[in-house]
């Protein structure tokens, strides 16, 4: 009865390849994050979706595209990865107002050769 | 710009000892602390979160003591133990569905 899980866990592959990373909650939550962790283990939000909608885009390239098929679930895919992209992503929900917790999932350790 | 500046980097307490983790915000808007807790190779963990209505909140043996006037919060971890060992991060965000901002993370190592 996992609360946010990612697939994969860990992602290896080679520059220029296009890769998805999946996540579902089951916390019903209406509200969906990706966040990067750095190699210096910094967590840095990338994106924000709330009841399927894309509502915050912190200047990230635009070679990575999150969607959302439905409130339960936000992907991620990136396009022609490059070495920068190296780094553990995190997707995470949260409750919804007035309540603030944010629950994560377990990451996806992404490594680009 | 940091909004969140944390501190220490790395902290090394002895068992049974108290660690101390402090944080400073800036953005006034800010009206939820929340502190996470992340062992290697593991998602964040929601440890403590307190709002700028209290001044402190304690659960277990962790405690959070807040300072408005100040801009600053800190994470006490009593009679610390060598499972406490972890990444702590501190982070703030405001109402709405606003993501958290983190702090850079301090190392706790608890030895015996």
């Known amino acids: 009865d996992t609360a946010v899980s990612q697939t994969p866990k860990y992602l290896v592959t080679q520059m220029g390849n296009d890769k998805s990373i999946k996540c579902e909650q089951n916390?019903?939550?209406?509200?969906m994050y990706w966040y990067k962790q750095d190699s210096k283990k910094f967590l840095k939000i990338m994106f924000s979706y709330n009841n399927k909608e894309l509502i915050i885009n912190e200047t990230v390239p635009n070679r990575f595209s999150p969607k959302s098929p439905d409130k339960a679930h936000l992907n991620l895919h990136i396009n022609s990865l490059e070495l920068g992209d190296s780094a553990v992503y995190f997707c995470a929900s949260r409750r919804a107002a007035p309540y603030n917790e944010q629950f994560f999932g377990p990451g996806t350790r992404l490594t680009v050769l | 710009q940091q909004q969140v500046k944390q501190s220490p980097q790395s902290l090394i307490v002895q068992k049974g000892g108290i660690s101390i983790i402090n944080c400073a915000y800036e953005?006034?808007?800010?009206?939820?602390f929340p502190w996470y807790q992340q062992f290697p190779g593991k998602g964040p963990a929601l440890l403590i979160a307190?709002?700028?209505?209290?001044s402190e909140k304690k659960e277990g043996r962790f405690t959070i003591s807040f300072n408005k006037s100040a801009k600053q919060f800190s994470l006490h971890i009593m009679d610390s133990q060598p499972g406490d060992s972890a990444t702590y991060f501190c982070a703030a965000s405001y109402s709405g569905n606003t993501p958290l901002v983190f702090g850079k993370g301090t190392r706790l190592s608890v030895i015996a």
């Open positions: 953005n006034t808007a800010f009206d939820y």
């Open positions: 307190i709002r700028p209505d209290v």
């Open positions: 916390l019903g939550h209406d509200t």
